[in-house]
C-alpha cells in the first residue's frame, strides 16, 4: 500500500477556502486517492474519492495531478463545522477494501 | 433512519472480564469491519467480514473473536480485558468491491480499569 503524507495540521477562518495537500509518491496504477472525515467523537465520513484529474461533489474537490503523485482536498467557504481530522489514504482496486488510515490532518477552522 | 448503529456506546470494565460490542447496518450491505482507534487518535483495522465470512484479519491479539450471526450484524468479543484494550472501537460496513465507500458506526468507547 502506497503510504501518504499531509500536513499534521492546518488553521483557517470561516468563509476561507481550505487546500490540503497529501502526497503519495508510490502509489499504484490501479490505486483510488479517498478522503474521509472525522469530527471529534464521532466515526469518520467518506468525503471524495478520484483516479485522476478533478472530482467535485458537493461537498468539496478533489485535485490529482497527471503524475498521481499528490493530491489536494479542496474545502470552499469553510464553516466552523467543517473543523475535524481529514485522513487521504489510497485503496487499492483489487480484492476486498483494507482502509489504512495515516495521522490525518487536523483543521481547525476559527471565526 | 440509522444507518451503522452499535451498543453499548460506552463501557466500562475491570481487566480480566470478558466483553462483547454489538454492530447492526440497515444499508443492506455485505462487508463489515470493525477498527480500533487508540488514544493516540491512531485508525486501524481488525477486522473485515463479507458475506458473513472472514476476510481480513489483521495481526489481532486472539483474545479479540468477531463473530458475524448474518451480512446485516458483526460482533467484537473480547476475552480477558487488558488495560491497552482501552479504546474506541468502530463498526463499519460498505458493498463488497475495493472502491465503494465506508459507512461508521458512532463507536464504542472501551474503558478498562
Known amino acids: 500500500l502506497a503510504k501518504t503524507t499531509q500536513p499534521i495540521s492546518m488553521d483557517s477562518y470561516e468563509g476561507q477556502e481550505v487546500n490540503i495537500t497529501c502526497s503519495h509518491n508510490?502509489?499504484?496504477?490501479?490505486?483510488?486517492i479517498t478522503w474521509y472525515q472525522q469530527f471529534p467523537s464521532q466515526g469518520p465520513r467518506f468525503i471524495i474519492q478520484?483516479?485522476?484529474t478533478k472530482v467535485t461533489n458537493e461537498v468539496a474537490s478533489l485535485f490529482i495531478p497527471a503524475d498521481r503523485k499528490s493530491s489536494t482536498l479542496s474545502l470552499p467557504r469553510v464553516s466552523l463545522s467543517d473543523t475535524a481530522v481529514y485522513y487521504c489514504?489510497?485503496?487499492?482496486?483489487?480484492?476486498?477494501?483494507?482502509?489504512?488510515f495515516g495521522t490525518g490532518t487536523r483543521l481547525l477552522v476559527s471565526p | 433512519d440509522t444507518a451503522v448503529s452499535q451498543t453499548p456506546k460506552y463501557l466500562v470494565t475491570q481487566m480480566g472480564n470478558d466483553k462483547s460490542i454489538k454492530c447492526e447496518q440497515n444499508?443492506?450491505?455485505?462487508?463489515m469491519y470493525w477498527y480500533k482507534q487508540d488514544s493516540k487518535k491512531f485508525l486501524k483495522i481488525m477486522f473485515s467480514?463479507?458475506?458473513?465470512?472472514?476476510?481480513i484479519n489483521e495481526t489481532v491479539p486472539n483474545r479479540f473473536s468477531p463473530k458475524s450471526p448474518d451480512k446485516a450484524h458483526l460482533n467484537l468479543h473480547i476475552n480477558s480485558l487488558e488495560l491497552g484494550d482501552s479504546a474506541v472501537y468502530f463498526c463499519?460496513?460498505?458493498?463488497?468491491?475495493?472502491?465503494?465507500?465506508?459507512?461508521f458506526g458512532p463507536g464504542t468507547r472501551l474503558t478498562v480499569t
Open positions: 463499519a460496513s460498505s458493498h463488497s468491491g475495493p472502491t465503494y465507500e465506508q459507512y
Open positions: 508510490n502509489i499504484a496504477t490501479n490505486d483510488y
Open positions: 478520484g483516479y485522476k
Open positions: 489514504l489510497v485503496v487499492p482496486n483489487t480484492g476486498f477494501q483494507k482502509l489504512v
Open positions: 444499508l443492506g450491505h455485505d462487508t
Open positions: 467480514y463479507n458475506n458473513k465470512e472472514l476476510i
